[in-house]
């Protein structure tokens, strides 16, 4: 039964048994996971008529992917659960591979995982992640449309996922403010001032992460200029100042006013790999 009583929260596996009896996999054998996505409030819920799921594999070597970890990719995450024996099992969560169960048949079949745990931080990722889906901000066609200018063989956009996908592990965030521009669609020649903040990892990064955000903010300064012109001359792009800031620094005050620069068009390494930080989230 799934009552106010439930043991069954946010981000707990079903079982393999489960999963067949639900209709989740094909064969015991299947190898992947099921994981709860549904709120803790939501799952004993009367109202609520579905239990939410996301299958998800099994990543070999136990390693995270450091730009698919930390909820960086709007839609693929690197989920680490400690297992009991010690160690860890890191699952590919993706957004499209989504189910929901009817909450009868989740109740009558399914049964929790026991031999791994998700610690509060890795929770607090798995939330940011799956509030990510929606709360990512939409730029003004007009300032998409000067990132995609081709400057060489690339465009800026596909330049600037070139400059963060080596400092990826140290950095949370990357922040766009636009000011009174932020949904303004500019006409020709009326250029955006922006300013770019490079949020690293304070904490775990330590002075690695500080050097890692400041190798970025070097080599973003240097790809403006070169594709829009100095502050005083650019007619498309200004960019009026770009630091790396200490995610400890960042507070609700200037999330409110900045937009995370999701690089969710790109394809790296064969795959999409884009965004930090959750749009309107604290560091966790």
Known sequence: MLDRDTAWRQGDLLTSDGSLQL??????????????????????HPHEPCIEVILADVIGDAREDPQLSHAKNPRRLHLAYDKADGGSMVLELRHAEKRSIPRVEFGQSASRFLEVSLSDESKRT???????????????????????????KRDVKSRIARILAPEARHLVGLFFDLGEQRGI???DGEPYALSISVAYDAIEGGPSARESAESVVRQLRELFIEAYGPPDVATEIAL?????????????????????????????????????????????
């Not at 996999?25 to 709120?39: K, N, Q, T, Y």
């Not at 709360?135 to 400057?151: C, H, I, Q, S, Y």
């Not at 005050?253 to 749009?279: I, N």
Request: with cysteine; net charge negative; charged share 25%.
């Open 23 to 44: 209709g989740l996999v094909e064969s015991l054998e299947d190898g992947r996971f099921a994981v709860v996505i549904s709120h803790d409030c939501d799952i004993p």
């Open 126 to 152: 798995l939330k940011q992640w799956l509030a990510a889906r929606y709360g990512r901000p939409a730029f003004p066609n007009a300032f998409e449309n000067r990132l995609a200018k081709r400057v060489g």
């Open 185 to 187: 669609e500019a006409s």
């Open 240 to 284: 009026d100042a770009c630091e790396p800031v200490p995610d400890t620094h960042m507070t609700l005050a200037d999330l409110r006013r900045v937009d995370q620069w999701r690089l969710e068009y790109l394809s790296l390494h064969g795959d999409e790999h884009g965004g930090f930080l959750p749009d309107g989230v604290a560091p966790a």
